[in-house]
């Protein structure tokens, strides 16, 4: 049975509780979004991210209460370089959704969601240190599972295969 092709258009998933909710606080916030394989994924512009997951964690009509994830992709050598991916998830509503925010390698940076999901601390932590990505507000960001005196950030694709020499 063949997969049914991805809907990229904003048009038609609008009416999902987390598009239409988005797009009815701030329609900037939200670059695009796909469905595809029964997994909604959104693009958040970058500036308002905490304030999306505020609103997605405390909306009644579908309260992603459950941080599962936050990690980051690399898509060297394009641009926007880093792709930093939320994976929440609604309890009452047993609903998933992924949010993403693209990053130019210019300036990395983000505000941190660790005052909305206390949870996300050591997953920024750990994107900082492999990385390189900076947050913005967050309490406590410092290398977590390199040394403090290591150079580079080793999960870059343009991270030497035997590191710096």
């Not at 394989?37 to 505020?54: A, G, H």
Request: glycine share 4%; hydrophobic share 40%; with cysteine.
């Amino acid at each position: 049975m063949p997969l049914a092709p991805a809907i990229t258009d904003l048009e038609q998933l609008k009416t999902h509780p987390a598009i239409a909710k988005l797009l009815a606080w701030n329609p900037a916030a939200v670059e695009g979004a796909k469905f595809d394989r029964d997994e909604m994924t959104i693009y958040i512009e970058r500036s308002v991210i905490r304030e999306t997951c505020v609103l997605l964690r405390d909306d009644s009509d579908c309260p992603f209460n459950f941080l599962s994830d936050v990690t980051c992709v690399d898509w060297f050598p394009s641009e926007p370089r880093f792709e930093i991916v939320y994976h929440l998830l609604s309890i009452p509503r047993k609903e998933r959704v992924r949010l993403k925010v693209r990053l130019r390698s210019s300036s990395p940076t983000l505000d941190s969601v660790t005052s909305v999901w206390p949870a996300a601390n050591y997953f920024e932590r750990e994107i900082f240190d492999l990385f390189g990505v900076r947050f913005t507000g967050h309490p406590y960001l410092r290398r977590l599972l390199m040394p403090e005196d290591w150079e580079g950030h080793p999960l870059r694709k343009d991270y030497p295969v035997e590191g710096y020499r």
